[in-house]
């Protein structure tokens, strides 16, 4: 269960680079390693016990490599329903033991992938890890506390809920108060992976501030 070839992950970092290279981003594989344990292909990251928190820490202390700019992404199965999780970036100092830079990272349902077993569009066209990351960079939710919460992002248009296919002209936060329909096509709603097509300047900006402030200085 979970055991992807090298072909598929090749697949999703072709993807991810195909959506980030409009914005001057790409990544670069340096290394793949697979791991046979039960305990940590499978524990719950949502209503998490202190169980599985320390499985979590157990797994990423001893799989996780480089420093703060380095994207470490864990593909397993996680929750059913649920694509994936990832870490913010916050203030931290970059030693190796530092338990926050222990557990940064991304992980994604291993059924998530390019050529997946979920409907053709759906799921399995490798948006899902696009989008995690995009919360690994410091992106909200284009959804963030609904009609009259914030992402942080000042041009992308209120929105209630996340996106469920790929509704064309749906507006959930409806009146003149919340102009613009809802961003189905942002990576950052919920939309089918077919559905979704790319960030908005104000995102991108968001990206590479909180990079230079975050994850950058690991660099120096």
Same mark, same amino acid.
């Given at each position: 269960m979970g055991w992807i070839p090298d072909s598929r992950l090749q697949q999703q970092l072709q993807v991810m680079n195909d959506n980030y290279k409009s914005i001057g981003i790409q990544f670069n594989l340096k290394e793949i390693t697979r791991t046979v344990n039960k305990k940590w292909s499978s524990f719950d990251i949502l209503g998490q016990t202190d169980v599985d928190k320390s499985?979590?820490?157990?797994?990423?202390?001893? !799989?996780?490599?480089?420093? *703060? =700019?380095? !994207?470490?992404? *864990?593909?397993r199965d996680i929750d059913p329903g649920m694509g994936g999780v990832a870490t913010f970036p916050e203030k931290i100092d970059n030693d190796p033991k530092n338990p926050k830079l222990i557990l940064d990272g991304v992980q994604i349902h291993y059924r998530y992938l390019p050529g997946g077993p979920d409907p053709p569009g759906r799921?399995?066209?490798?948006?899902?890890?696009? /989008?995690?990351? %995009? /919360?690994?960079?410091? !992106? !909200? /939710?284009?959804?963030?506390? %609904?009609?009259?919460?914030?992402?942080?992002? =000042?041009?992308?248009?209120?929105?209630?809920?996340? +996106? =469920?296919?790929?509704?064309?002209?749906?507006?959930?936060?409806? %009146?003149?108060? *919340?102009?613009?329909?809802?961003?189905?096509?942002?990576?950052?709603? +919920?939309?089918?992976?077919?559905?979704?097509?790319?960030? +908005?300047?104000?995102?991108?900006?968001r990206i590479y501030s909180l990079w230079d402030k975050f994850r950058a200085p690991a660099r120096r």
């Open positions: 499985t979590e820490a157990a797994m990423k202390g001893a !799989l996780r490599k480089g420093g *703060y =700019d380095t !994207l470490n992404i *864990y593909f799921f399995n066209r490798g948006a899902t890890a696009t /989008h995690e990351v %995009g /919360h690994w960079f410091g !992106l !909200l /939710h284009t959804f963030e506390g %609904g009609c009259d919460g914030s992402d942080f992002v =000042d041009d992308t248009p209120a929105q209630d809920i996340g +996106t =469920d296919g790929c509704p064309v002209g749906r507006d959930s936060c409806p %009146g003149a108060k *919340y102009p613009g329909s809802d961003a189905i096509h942002n990576f950052m709603d +919920t939309s089918d992976d077919t559905c979704m097509q790319g960030f +908005t300047p104000g995102q991108v900006d």
